[in-house]
């Protein structure tokens, strides 16, 4: 963990030596408002301009698992009823009345991708159509394709969409189109943050050294760098030395440039090549800033975009601040706004990034709400999706950033958001997903504002808002478990005789299943809620079907209700819930040996593990603890959690084995009981 932590250190260091805590310095903002004040004349003479949504519908999806795709083929050259594939097709997997969304865009090899694609809505999957590696087929209103398994040129499955009604774009309404031409006025993206360059990955290749290596060495060595040492009891030593040096750099540098003619004459000849070149450095751009000239400095950056190795390198976000914060000392608006808007919408370049990465990240948001410009219009205006076409120059938000964004703010903005977003969601002359995208905003913006009073508030009022959506997002807001019934809805009737708690389709990953497969956690109806099934049912070779679990299903719930042992366990506690496992056809499916391997031998050689029962029981606070039902009624307590105590029996009677890994401690148990409760080992 220390050599990540080091590796990192290292590798932003640049970044850090010259970082500045704030975007906007108070001397810079004068001269920043006279061009807003430019711009928004140049706005309020401007001619109004009609903006469009992208095309969307509302539609059906289909997917089948097969090896021999003509059947369908065929009978989608007919150009049929929905209702005729599901009769024709067993193993159909549909899912139907679903917002659909056609995107163009050109990726990084200059083709012309086209998309059709859906969204997720509590548990149901987005689905997604695209030419990008897929060859795709239209038959009148069916769109799809044919995917061979991986690495061969066997089928493996069609899926594509059903459009009953042509996909369509909208008028954006008056009162938002305002807003993106407010937006496009004040943010010119024909000039971009980075000069355009061959490849946005030069920083990994291997690079012949350069007299801007030679100018870091000879800085480093006569500014004594602190050296990563070769004793690792040393290393708290190189920290804190590290640290001061760091804090010391500027000043450092200073002395050089006043003093050491080696030191200019190296500077002056590595800004010379860098500018030929079109190559730079983090230590070369914050010397040239320092001692030479920022408007050179800041083109040495923008020539030069950093990728991030991993989604929490930090090197691309600081490189941005560099750039707004030298363009708003040289007043070139353009590139400072494009630089700021990319911070706060963590439009940063990098190899990978992750949720959790993208929320630690800061917006911002108050140093723009220095500037004399309208804030609401310019966010909440690149907030909207419009389909943007060829010539058009419109820069795009993130909502997720920009929830996060206001969530930052006084109060005051707060509160003007929020009624924003409730007007936005209330108006039925906006498209669908604009619709959506906004709600998904709102949602996000609770999230940041955390678990406080004002966080419980907007929930109520987001769930008013929701009975305004379009039928095609509320349905599945009001039933999240819509996706499931879709799958099932052969056996309706059966599904409804139980609650659904959790549902998803999906392909995952787990010690008992891997693959697409439905799941599904349910209880039944009219029932304790005491016992509650949790279902992981194949969709691989087709749909399993729900009746699979319920033939099964009345010996399962007698051998668990009727044993004495395990009515104890549950009886400890009103907020114990016993959980049985069901996988595709049996209750224990023991994959490569996940489950079982770690059993001890005595035990695994004593006792028939067929039609044993996996189940677990869950205690208050989220304990849980596995065990085995095997049919001579003894019951193998598995997987516990520190400090677990079943009457008689103490956590030291129970645990036989501890894995200790990283910010994680398991315990087994391996102890065998009777249907008393009686251990037997």
Excluded at 90 to 110: F, G, H, V
Excluded at 294 to 310: P, T, W, Y
Excluded at 527 to 547: A, R, V
Aim: net charge negative.
């Amino acid at each position: 963990m220390r050599i990540f932590l080091v590796f990192f250190l290292i590798l932003n260091f640049a970044f850090h030596a010259f970082a500045q805590d704030e975007l906007i310095k108070d001397t810079d903002i004068p001269a920043l408002n006279r061009e807003i004040a430019r711009l928004e004349s140049e706005y309020q003479k401007q001619r109004e301009r009609q903006y469009w949504s992208l095309p969307q519908t509302v539609g059906h999806y289909f997917d089948l698992k097969t090896s021999d795709p003509s059947p369908l083929i065929q009978l989608l050259e007919n150009n049929p009823a929905f209702e005729r594939l599901m009769e024709e097709f067993a193993n159909l997997q549909i899912d139907r009345n679903l917002l659909i969304l056609e995107n163009r865009y050109i990726n990084y090899k200059n083709k012309e991708i086209t998309e059709l694609k859906t969204f997720e809505i509590r548990n149901s999957r987005n689905h997604l159509l695209s030419n990008q590696y897929d060859s795709l087929m239209t038959f009148g209103d069916y769109h799809f394709t044919v995917r061979n398994h991986y690495g061969t040129k066997t089928p493996e499955k069609i899926f594509g969409f059903y459009l009953p009604q042509p996909l369509k774009k909208q008028p954006i309404p008056e009162r938002y189109a305002d807003w993106l031409r407010y937006g496009e006025t004040l943010v010119d993206v024909s000039v971009p943050v980075f000069f355009e360059k061959d490849s946005g990955n030069e920083q990994f290749m291997i690079r012949e050294r350069s007299i801007i290596d030679s100018l870091v060495s000879y800085f480093e060595i006569t500014s004594a760098k602190p050296q990563y040492p070769d004793d690792k009891a040393n290393l708290e030593q190189f920290y804190q030395a590290s640290s001061l040096w760091q804090d010391r750099v500027s000043l450092l540098a200073d002395s050089l440039f006043l003093h050491d003619s080696a030191f200019r004459n190296l500077l002056e000849e590595s800004l010379n090549y860098a500018e030929k070149e079109k190559v730079s450095n983090g230590y070369l751009e914050n010397f040239t800033a320092q001692f030479i000239s920022k408007e050179r400095a800041l083109n040495l950056m923008r020539q030069n975009q950093q990728v991030g190795s991993c989604s929490f390198d930090t090197g691309p976000e600081n490189q941005l601040r560099r750039i707004a914060g030298l363009a708003a000392e040289t007043h070139q608006w353009n590139i400072f706004i494009q630089a700021f808007l990319n911070i706060m919408n963590d439009r940063a370049s990098r190899v990978a990034n992750s949720n959790i990465a993208s929320a630690s990240r800061k917006t911002y948001a108050e140093e723009l709400s220095k500037l004399d410009l309208d804030l609401f219009r310019l966010l909440l205006g690149i907030n909207f999706r419009i389909l943007v076409e060829e010539g058009d120059q419109h820069y795009s938000g993130s909502g997720d950033k920009i929830a996060q964004a206001f969530a930052s703010l006084p109060e005051e903005y707060q509160v003007r958001f929020e009624n924003e977003l409730s007007n936005i969601l209330s108006d039925t002359s906006l498209d669908d997903f604009n619709s959506l995208h906004f709600y998904n905003t709102f949602l996000n913006y609770q999230y940041f504002m955390r678990e406080t009073s004002r966080a419980k508030a907007i929930g109520q009022v987001i769930l008013e808002l929701e009975k305004k959506l379009p039928a095609s997002i509320r349905a599945r807001i009001d039933n999240p478990h819509l996706e499931l019934f879709e799958v099932l809805h052969k056996e309706q009737k059966e599904l409804d005789r139980f609650e659904v708690l959790r549902s998803s389709v999906a392909d995952i990953i787990s010690s008992d299943f891997s693959g697409d497969c439905w799941n599904a956690t349910l209880t039944e109806k009219g029932s304790d809620g005491k016992i509650i099934y949790n279902l992981t049912m194949s969709m691989e070779e087709g749909i399993t079907p729900l009746s699979n679990f319920l033939d099964q299903m009345p010996v399962l719930k007698m051998r668990v209700s009727e044993h004495e042992f395990l009515r104890k366990l549950m009886d400890q506690d009103p907020e114990n819930r016993l959980y049985v496992n069901f996988v595709t056809d049996r209750s224990l499916v023991d994959r490569n040996g996940r489950i079982t391997s770690e059993i001890p031998n005595e035990i695994k050689e004593s006792k028939d593990f067929t039609d044993v029962i996996s189940l677990h029981i869950l205690h208050p606070n989220r304990r849980f603890v596995q065990y085995l039902l095997f049919q001579d009624q003894t019951v193998l307590m598995m997987k516990i959690p520190k400090d677990f105590s079943i009457p008689g029996y103490g956590f030291e009677d129970l645990v036989t084995q501890q894995f200790e890994g990283f910010l994680i401690s398991e315990y087994f148990s391996y102890k065998l009981f009777d249907e008393k409760g009686n251990m037997l080992n």
